[in-house]
């Protein structure tokens, strides 16, 4: 039992901390704002939605399909997050948001969690459309008939945020677990919303080994500088 607390410890013990460290710093609502905007945002395009007078005004605003022209889809990518899909219950939707989004805006910030999730649900959003493209025959590929399937819901932004703060918090085990639930999931079930969590983890991908590189180049930046400011002290009048 010793050796499974110091695992846990080691995996989730940063992550942990710094939820409850924040938590008990203030009012709950007051350290996740984003996160109750989205999950009350979300729950009101379920309800609108499901009213004879509001589902094809929230098919305007955030109902996203690969037939689209692109201009429309990027428009309204953003708000398509926040619209559950009808197939699926909302309350998994308002769960995965409550949970995964609020570690996120607590750990890695806001703005950061907010550019994530965008990130990611575009990923997805743009790969359907080269999927398509592709055609069933290309292993990145896709049938022609998903471009007529709707693409909503926050599954994407969830997985990639889920990705990202796992990495930045050195969860690298749960990091692998989410990507390879993914994997089995498309490998059981190859459908669209499936290789678009992969694609959303591409996308996060990317954007990781960029902040790698910009910190492994800042880091180098204060090295000379350091190493310029000990020349010139070891080379000054006096010594």
Same mark, same amino acid.
């Given at each position: 039992?010793?050796?499974?607390?110091?695992?846990?410890?080691?995996?989730?013990?940063?992550?942990?901390?710094?939820?409850?460290?924040?938590?008990?710093?203030?009012?709950?609502?007051?350290? $996740?704002?984003?996160?109750?905007?989205?999950?009350?945002?979300?729950?009101?395009?379920?309800?609108?939605?499901? +009213?004879?007078?509001?589902?094809?005004?929230?098919?305007?605003?955030?109902?996203?399909?690969?037939?689209?022209?692109?201009?429309?889809?990027?428009?309204?990518?953003?708000?398509?997050?926040?619209?559950?899909?009808?197939?699926?219950?909302?309350?998994?939707?308002?769960?995965? $948001?409550?949970?995964?989004?609020?570690?996120?805006?607590?750990?890695?910030?806001?703005?950061?969690?907010?550019?994530?999730?965008?990130?990611?649900?575009?990923?997805?959003?743009?790969?359907?459309?080269?999927?398509?493209?592709?055609?069933?025959?290309?292993?990145?590929?896709?049938?022609?008939?998903?471009? +007529?399937?709707?693409?909503?819901?926050?599954?994407?932004?969830?997985?990639?945020?889920?990705?990202?703060?796992?990495?930045?918090? +050195?969860?690298?085990?749960?990091?692998?677990?989410?990507?390879?639930?993914?994997?089995?999931?498309?490998?059981?079930?190859?459908?669209?919303?499936?290789?678009?969590?992969?694609?959303?983890? !591409? !996308?996060?991908?990317?954007?990781?080994?960029?902040?790698?590189? !910009?910190?492994?180049?800042?880091?180098?930046?204060?090295?000379?500088?350091?190493? !310029?400011?000990?020349?010139?002290?070891?080379?000054?009048?006096?010594?």
């Amino acid at each position: 039992m010793r050796t499974l607390g110091r695992l846990a410890n080691a995996e989730w013990g940063p992550l942990y901390r710094t939820v409850r460290d924040t938590l008990r710093g203030t009012k709950p609502w007051r350290a $996740i704002p984003l996160t109750l905007a989205a999950v009350s945002l979300t729950a009101l395009a379920q309800y609108v939605q499901n +009213q004879p007078w509001g589902y094809q005004f929230v098919q305007n605003i955030g109902s996203v399909r690969a037939e689209d022209p692109l201009w429309l889809a990027l428009l309204r990518t953003p708000l398509s997050l926040f619209v559950p899909a009808l197939d699926l219950p909302v309350w998994g939707a308002l769960a995965q $948001i409550l949970l995964v989004f609020g570690i996120a805006e607590i750990c890695v910030g806001r703005w950061r969690t907010l550019a994530i999730a965008y990130a990611a649900t575009l990923a997805g959003t743009l790969y359907a459309r080269v999927g398509i493209e592709l055609g069933p025959d290309h292993p990145l590929g896709l049938p022609a008939s998903d471009a +007529q399937v709707v693409d909503t819901g926050p599954s994407a932004a969830v997985v990639g945020l889920a990705v990202f703060v796992c990495w930045r918090y +050195q969860a690298y085990v749960t990091a692998a677990l989410v990507v390879a639930v993914m994997v089995v999931e498309v490998l059981v079930k190859d459908n669209l919303a499936g290789r678009e969590h992969l694609a959303a983890i !591409a !996308a996060i991908a990317v954007v990781l080994a960029l902040c790698a590189a !910009a910190a492994a180049a800042g880091a180098a930046v204060r090295r000379r500088r350091a190493a !310029a400011a000990a020349a010139r002290i070891s080379g000054s009048p006096g010594e």
